[in-house]
């Protein structure tokens, strides 16, 4: 059974930098697209917002407009770990997080992701 856990979320000044980490587990092979969303309260799952995505076995990265160059997803293929590091963190980017698993093209439609974590609470103060 495959399960995501996200971890390292919480109350951060804006211009700050926090990093979130989700370890996969119950997967039995690498060939996979692992993506970060972020969903505010209101928003329907289906309606959550594309941060970021990247193939678990290659190097392409894809990022939002609103992220692009404050923010870096990242892997461990040995731990399979996936991370979003986040800088330079503004209040718009206040969300719950969560990290999915697809296909490799799932890209940046959530409905193409088969597998969610629990999400991990980011809140940024100004």
């Known amino acids: 059974q495959v399960q995501l856990v996200e971890s390292g979320g919480g109350p951060v000044q804006a211009g700050g930098s926090l990093t979130l980490s989700c370890a996969a587990s119950?997967?039995?092979?690498?060939?996979?697209?692992m993506g970060w969303f972020r969903q505010v309260p209101g928003k329907e799952r289906e309606e959550r917002e594309f941060?970021?995505?990247?193939?678990?076995?290659?190097?392409?990265?894809t990022y939002a407009d609103s992220v692009k160059g404050r923010f870096t997803i990242s892997k461990d293929n040995a731990k399979k770990i996936l991370y979003l590091q986040m800088h330079s963190l503004k209040p718009e980017d206040t969300a719950t997080y969560y990290c999915?698993?697809?296909?490799?093209?799932?890209?940046?439609?959530?409905?193409?992701?088969?597998?969610w974590g629990q999400g991990t609470q980011v809140t940024v103060s100004s």
């Open positions: 999915a698993l697809g296909n490799p093209g799932a890209g940046q439609d959530p409905r193409n992701y088969q597998h």
């Open positions: 941060v970021a995505c990247s193939i678990w076995n290659g190097d392409r990265t």
């Open positions: 119950g997967i039995d092979s690498t060939w996979y697209g």
